[in-house]
Protein backbone atom coordinates (compact mmCIF):
# COMPACT_ATOMS: atom_id res chain seq x y z
CA UNK A 1 0.00 0.00 0.00
CA UNK A 2 2.63 2.51 0.61
CA UNK A 3 4.00 2.42 -2.63
CA UNK A 4 1.05 3.67 -4.68
CA UNK A 5 0.73 6.44 -2.17
CA UNK A 6 4.57 7.40 -2.51
CA UNK A 7 3.70 7.40 -6.14
CA UNK A 8 0.29 9.88 -5.85
CA UNK A 9 2.47 12.33 -3.33
CA UNK A 10 5.42 12.79 -6.02
CA UNK A 11 2.52 13.30 -8.80
CA UNK A 12 0.90 15.80 -6.35
CA UNK A 13 4.24 17.59 -6.29
CA UNK A 14 4.48 17.41 -9.92
CA UNK A 15 1.40 18.81 -10.92
CA UNK A 16 1.35 21.85 -8.37
CA UNK A 17 5.56 22.53 -10.16
CA UNK A 18 3.41 22.74 -13.02
CA UNK A 19 0.96 25.17 -11.68
CA UNK A 20 3.89 27.55 -10.47
CA UNK A 21 5.42 30.28 -12.95
CA UNK A 22 9.37 30.49 -13.62
CA UNK A 23 10.54 32.41 -10.85
CA UNK A 24 8.35 30.68 -8.30
CA UNK A 25 9.53 27.54 -9.36
CA UNK A 26 13.08 29.13 -9.12
CA UNK A 27 12.43 30.46 -5.48
CA UNK A 28 11.60 26.92 -4.08
CA UNK A 29 14.35 24.43 -3.77
CA UNK A 30 14.57 20.46 -4.62
CA UNK A 31 14.64 20.25 -1.23
CA UNK A 32 11.69 22.13 -0.26
CA UNK A 33 9.66 20.27 -3.72
CA UNK A 34 11.12 16.70 -1.43
CA UNK A 35 9.47 18.14 2.01
CA UNK A 36 6.27 18.89 0.74
CA UNK A 37 6.11 15.09 -1.11
CA UNK A 38 7.31 13.86 2.68
CA UNK A 39 3.95 15.88 4.13
CA UNK A 40 1.87 14.45 1.65
CA UNK A 41 2.84 10.90 1.87
CA UNK A 42 2.97 11.42 5.96
CA UNK A 43 -0.84 13.14 5.55
CA UNK A 44 -1.82 10.00 3.79
CA UNK A 45 -0.68 7.48 5.32
CA UNK A 46 -2.97 9.00 8.78
CA UNK A 47 -5.92 8.66 6.28
CA UNK A 48 -5.00 5.35 5.08
CA UNK A 49 -4.53 4.23 8.61
CA UNK A 50 -7.56 5.78 9.82
CA UNK A 51 -9.87 4.27 7.33
CA UNK A 52 -8.36 0.99 7.91
CA UNK A 53 -9.03 1.48 11.87
CA UNK A 54 -12.40 1.97 10.81
CA UNK A 55 -13.30 -0.67 9.14
CA UNK A 56 -11.74 -3.09 11.68
CA UNK A 57 -14.20 -1.92 13.81
CA UNK A 58 -17.50 -2.25 12.14
CA UNK A 59 -15.73 -5.97 10.83
CA UNK A 60 -15.40 -6.59 14.55
CA UNK A 61 -19.12 -5.36 15.12
CA UNK A 62 -19.91 -7.89 12.62
CA UNK A 63 -18.33 -10.86 14.03
CA UNK A 64 -20.24 -10.31 17.35
CA UNK A 65 -23.49 -9.70 15.82
CA UNK A 66 -22.16 -12.97 14.16
CA UNK A 67 -21.75 -15.21 16.75
CA UNK A 68 -24.24 -13.60 18.80
CA UNK A 69 -27.09 -15.17 16.49
CA UNK A 70 -24.84 -18.24 15.59
CA UNK A 71 -25.44 -18.86 19.58
CA UNK A 72 -29.40 -18.26 18.99
CA UNK A 73 -29.24 -21.02 15.91
CA UNK A 74 -27.18 -23.21 18.12
CA UNK A 75 -30.15 -23.53 21.07
CA UNK A 76 -32.58 -24.13 18.23
Known amino acids: M???MKGHAK???ERF???LDAPQLEAISDEHFA???LLIDAAMEVVH???YHEF???LEAIAK???KRSGR???L
Open 65 to 67: KMR
Open 35 to 37: ELE
Open 73 to 75: TER
Open 11 to 13: EVV
Open 56 to 58: AKE
Open 17 to 19: KIM
Open 49 to 51: SDA
Open 2 to 4: TLP
